[in-house]
DNA sequence: TCATATAGTACGGGAATCATAATATATGGA
DNA sequence: TCCATATATTATGATTCCCGTACTATATGA
């Protein structure tokens, strides 16, 4: 067993731990974020994250949903229900395949939302306008690279 | 008013928006990761959240936590009432100020979550393998920047 | 000393979640 | 074609949760 590692790679571990730490933080952040825009909207939490899976996925049926959100699907319908009540989304039957149902996002309340989201797009906004090109596409990439490696956990996680 | 502008600053824009696109994206599967972990510790979201503050925060008092988490003082003693009785957290009464409470995680469990949360630390852990240090430390400056524009913009939300 | 403020919690109404069952439609073989 | 089985979604009911209000205990300051 050695008892010292070369100086470069404790920093790498150290600088990794820190990295694993912020995105702890950051998660909590944008959590909460989401929590206070959901509030102002009068929308659960598992609302928002529907709507917004709705928003960045294209239109989905209700199962799909389901299954990205990781709800049951009887819990969907009361979901669904909530948004389509308050003029969030639309149910649309299905030509080909009639008993399924495919969700749609209504373009109306979307401005409504951008406002709310709007003092953390500024604030982002002001932390990019410090980096320069060649540093946003690193940034860039890592963003996209740790999502796919949570897409791969949760994948393990939902073996079991 | 122009018409066009130079080129790269519409690059910057441009991957400027899709850092913040990606950012959304990770969000949703970081809380997805969370409700899975949860799910298999008989933990509710905002249960996990709660004690994720906790372990980051250090001992808070339920008040303190309520603001933090964005919750109402009431549904936070049916929350720690869980925790309390699965075993995740003491409630120690404050010598100081007999009213106030101190929520402290145990550290008997913390095997058990750190075992669900492996498979995306080894994902991470080959992400991070990737870049060099300078990368890294560059990396671990933005979230902590995207971290503290959350807190702003959290703020500027709970004015209104 | 006493009025007021604060920390945490009990209680009750209304709502949400989920397992189960029901409905409607699709598919494939006899 | 007819029927058994499978699939997509939703209705129902039991359990649990969230939060507004009120209550208890303690602290603070006039």
Redesign the pocket.
């Known amino acids: 067993m050695e008892q010292t590692e070369p100086s470069d790679a404790r920093h790498h571990r150290r600088t990794g731990n820190e990295i694993k730490a912020a995105l702890r933080d950051l998660r909590i952040q944008l959590a909460l974020l989401n929590h206070q825009v959901g509030g102002k909207l009068a929308l ?1 939490d ?1 609302d928002l994250d529907c709507l917004d899976v709705l928003a960045r996925s294209g239109p989905l ?3 799909a949903l389901a299954r990205q959100a990781g ?10 229900d ?1 948004l389509e009540k308050a003029g969030w989304i639309a ?1 649309d039957r299905a030509r080909a ?5 495919t969700i749609r996002v209504l373009p109306d309340r979307g401005m409504e939302v951008f406002r709310l989201y709007q003092p953390m797009i500024g604030a982002m906004d002001d932390v990019l306008a410090e980096y320069n090109e060649a540093e946003l596409a690193l940034i860039a990439d890592f963003l996209r690279r740790s999502t796919e490696a949570g897409e791969r956990a949760n994948g393990e996680l939902a073996q079991e």
């Open positions: 659960k598992v049926t209700p199962s709800l049951h699907p009887a819990t969907l319908t009361g979901i669904l909530r149910r395949d009639r008993r399924s149902v």
